[in-house]
C-alpha cells in the first residue's frame, strides 16, 4: 500500500528544504577559504583568514570573546545539568508531589517567556538589586535557560528506564546513594551526557540574553562577532563562523551518537 | 514542551517521592528567582515613572503604555487620538510571524511527512539533516544568509550568471528578506513536531478511505489532517511566538522599514535615549500576546479530545 504514504513532490520539497538549510552555511565555507581581501572577487583558495583570526589584528578582542563563550558555556551546561539532573528525579520518579504541576510550568518556563523579554527581565532585575552586570550576571542568566535543554534528553532517558534496576540494588541493602551513583546514574548517562551537549550549544549560541546582561566591555563570541558584523561582513567573520558551524556540528553529532547508543542498551 | 509531563506514569514510579521536594529546590531557586520573579518585576517597572538619565522612579505611572497607545500631538497639547507608530510595529511584526510561520508550513509539512514515511533506519538520518543547522548559532546562520541574498551575493551572480535577472535583486532590507531569516531561523521547528504527529498516525485509516475510492489528496484532507492537526498547530506556533520576538533577522536582514518589536525594546535600552519603563511596557504587551497563542494551543487541543 504505498499510495496512501507517497505524494508526488514531496521528496523534491524536502530536497528543496535541505538546500535552503545548508547553502548558506556552505557558501560562507567555501568564502571562508578567500584569498582576496574583497568578500565578492574570488582569490584563489588560502588559509589567510584562519591565520588572521589566531594573529590577525583582531585575534586579542576574539580570543578574549572566544575563551568567556566557553568558560561560561562549560560552567552553566555543568550547572544546568546537575539541576536538571535533580529536577527530572522528582519528576520522573517523585510521584504526585506537591506543586508537580507548577514545577513542570517553571521548567518550561525560559522555552515559553520570549527571549527578549527574558533579557529585558533580567536587566531590570540585576539592575534593580544593585548586581553589576557582566561575567557573573551572564553566567546567571546562561543557566537559568539552559535548564530545560538540559532538562529534556535527562528526563526522557530516565522515563525510559525501568524502576527494577535501581529496587534490585535497594534490595540489596544499597543506600539510595549508592544506588544512585552506581545503578541508575550510569544507566541515565547517555541522557546525561546529552543534555549537557545541548546546554553547552545553546549557551554557546545565545546572542540576545547575553548582550542585555554582558554590562559595558564584556564581550561573549556571539556580541564580538555582531559587533563586528553590523560594520559589514568580512572574511574573518567567515573563517570564525566556519570554525563555529564546525564546533557546533560535530558536538550535535556526538551527542545524536551518544544517545541513540544509549537507546540500544536497556 | 518537555517531557515527563503532568499526565506522565506518576502514581507507581514514586522511589523518589520523599526527596521530590528538595531535588525540585535548585530548579525553584534559579528559574524562580533569576527569570519568573525578574519578569513579575518587570511588570511593575512598566507602570513606574522614568527618570531622566535612563532609570526610573518608585511612582506609578500610565506613562509607558499611555505612550504606547495615546498620541497627544508632538508637543503633548492636542486632543488625544490613538498613537499608531507602535501599533504599527506590532502589526508589522505579527505579519512577518505569520507568513515566516507560513512559509515553514508550507516546505516543513511536506518534509516533514516525507521523513515520517521513510523506512525507521533511514529516518533518523533524515531527521538529523534537517536538524544540524538549528544547532548552527543564529547569529552566524542570519549572517550567513545576509552573505547568500545581499546585493552583489552569491545568489545573485548565479541568478544573473544563468541569466534569470539582468540585474541584482535587492533582497537585503526588505520584508522578504526578514520573512526568509525567520523562516531560515525556525524551520526544524516547524518540522520536527509534524513529523512526529505523522510518525504516530496509522496508516491503516488512509488504506481504509483509498479502499473506498478515496483519491489521495482526499484522504489527506479528510482522514489524515484532522489527525495530525496537533502536530502542526504545535508546529505553527513554536514558529510564530520566536518569530514574533525575534531581533536577529529583522536587524540584520532589514532596514528602517522592516523594523519589528525585537528591535523596538532593545532600542528603549539603549543608551541615555533610552526609556526602560516603555522597554518595559512593550516587552510585557508582548508577553501577553505570547501568552495568547499558548491559551488559544491549548485550548486548540482540548477540542480535539
Known amino acids: 500500500m504505498k499510495g496512501v504514504r507517497h505524494f508526488p513532490g514531496f521528496l523534491a520539497i524536502t530536497l528543496v528544504c535541505l538546500i535552503v ?8 565555507t567555501v568564502y571562508s577559504f578567500n584569498g582576496s581581501t574583497s568578500i565578492t572577487q574570488w582569490g584563489g583558495f588560502s588559509w589567510r583568514w584562519y591565520i588572521d583570526v ?23 551546561a555543568t550547572a ?13 520518579r517523585g510521584g504526585k508531589f506537591r506543586g508537580r504541576n507548577a514545577s513542570f510550568a517553571l521548567i518550561n518556563l525560559p522555552l515559553m517567556v520570549p527571549e527578549i523579554v527574558t533579557a529585558v527581565a533580567m536587566l531590570i532585575f540585576f539592575t534593580m538589586i544593585g548586581i553589576k552586570t557582566g561575567y557573573g550576571t551572564i553566567l546567571i542568566a546562561h543557566i537559568a535557560f539552559c535548564i530545560p535543554f538540559a532538562y529534556l534528553p535527562i528526563a ?12 534490585a540494588a535497594r534490595d540489596l541493602y544499597a543506600s539510595r ?13 547517555p541522557g546525561v551526557i546529552s543534555g549537557w551537549l545541548l546546554a553547552f550549544i545553546i549557551s554557546l549560541d545565545d546572542f540576545i540574553i547575553t548582550n542585555f546582561v554582558k554590562g559595558a566591555g564584556m564581550e561573549t563570541l556571539p556580541t564580538a562577532i555582531f559587533g563586528s558584523v553590523k560594520q559589514g561582513i568580512k572574511p574573518n567573520i567567515m573563517a570564525i563562523s566556519t570554525l563555529m558551524l564546525l564546533a557546533s556540528a560535530s558536538l550535535v553529532t556526538l551527542s545524536w551518537l551518544i544517545n541513540r547508543k544509549g537507546q540500544r542498551s536497556p | 514542551m518537555a517531557g515527563a509531563g503532568p499526565s506522565g506514569k506518576s502514581g507507581k514510579d514514586a522511589a523518589w517521592a520523599p526527596l521530590a521536594l528538595p531535588l525540585m529546590l535548585p530548579t525553584w531557586a534559579v528559574i524562580g528567582f533569576f527569570l519568573l520573579l525578574p519578569v513579575l518585576l518587570m511588570v511593575v517597572y512598566s507602570f513606574l515613572t522614568k527618570e531622566f538619565r535612563g532609570g526610573v522612579i518608585w511612582e506609578f505611572s500610565l506613562a509607558a503604555y499611555d505612550q504606547f497607545f495615546i498620541s497627544r500631538g508632538l508637543f503633548g497639547d492636542e486632543p488625544a487620538s490613538i498613537e499608531w507608530t507602535y501599533i504599527g510595529i506590532f502589526w508589522r511584526s505579527l505579519w512577518q510571524a505569520a507568513v515566516a510561520t507560513g512559509l515553514c508550513l508550507l516546505i516543513g509539512f511536506p518534509t516533514a511527512w516525507f521523513i515520517a514515511t521513510r523506512p525507521p533506519a533511514s529516518r533518523s538520518i533524515w531527521l538529523f539533516l534537517v536538524t544540524i543547522p538549528y544547532w548552527v548559532n543564529l547569529l552566524i546562520r542570519t549572517v550567513s544568509l545576509k552573505f547568500l ?75 489524515t489532517l484532522p ?34 518589536i525585537g528591535s523596538l525594546i532593545d532600542e528603549q535600552f539603549k543608551g541615555s535615549q533610552g526609556n526602560w519603563p516603555f522597554g518595559a511596557a512593550i516587552s510585557v504587551i508582548l508577553m501577553s500576546l505570547v501568552l495568547l497563542s499558548l491559551l488559544f494551543y491549548a485550548r486548540a487541543q482540548r477540542s480535539q479530545k
Open chain 1, 21 to 28: 538549510l545548508y547553502a548558506p552555511l556552505l557558501v560562507v
Open chain 1, 54 to 76: 589566531f594573529t590577525g589584528p583582531e585575534a586579542p578582542r576574539f580570543g578574549l570573546a572566544a575563551r568567556n563563550s566557553l568558560t561560561i558555556a562549560v560552567l552553566a
Open chain 1, 80 to 92: 544546568a545539568t546537575i539541576i536538571a539532573t535533580a529536577a527530572s528525579l522528582a519528576m520522573v
Open chain 1, 156 to 167: 526522557a532517558r530516565l522515563q525510559g528506564i525501568e524502576p527494577f534496576y535501581e529496587e
Open chain 1, 177 to 189: 546513594a549508592r544506588a544512585f551513583a552506581h545503578v541508575l546514574l550510569p544507566l541515565m548517562a
Open chain 2, 149 to 223: 541574498i545581499r546585493d552583489n551575493g552569491p545568489l545573485n551572480e548565479f541568478l544573473m550568471g544563468i541569466g534569470l535577472t539582468s540585474g541584482p535583486l535587492p533582497l537585503v532590507n526588505t520584508n522578504l528578506a526578514v520573512q526568509l531569516g525567520l523562516f531560515y531561523s525556525y524551520l526544524p521547528f516547524m518540522v520536527l513536531p509534524i513529523y512526529a504527529a505523522v510518525e504516530r498516525y496509522n496508516f491503516a485509516l488512509s488504506e481504509a478511505a483509498a479502499d473506498l475510492y478515496a483519491s489521495r489528496w482526499r484522504t489527506l484532507r479528510e482522514i
Open chain 2, 227 to 260: 489527525v495530525v492537526k496537533p502536530g502542526i498547530i504545535a508546529g505553527c506556533l513554536l514558529v510564530f511566538i520566536p518569530s514574533l520576538g525575534a531581533f536577529l533577522a529583522p536587524d540584520l536582514l532589514g532596514g528602517a522599514k522592516t523594523f519589528m
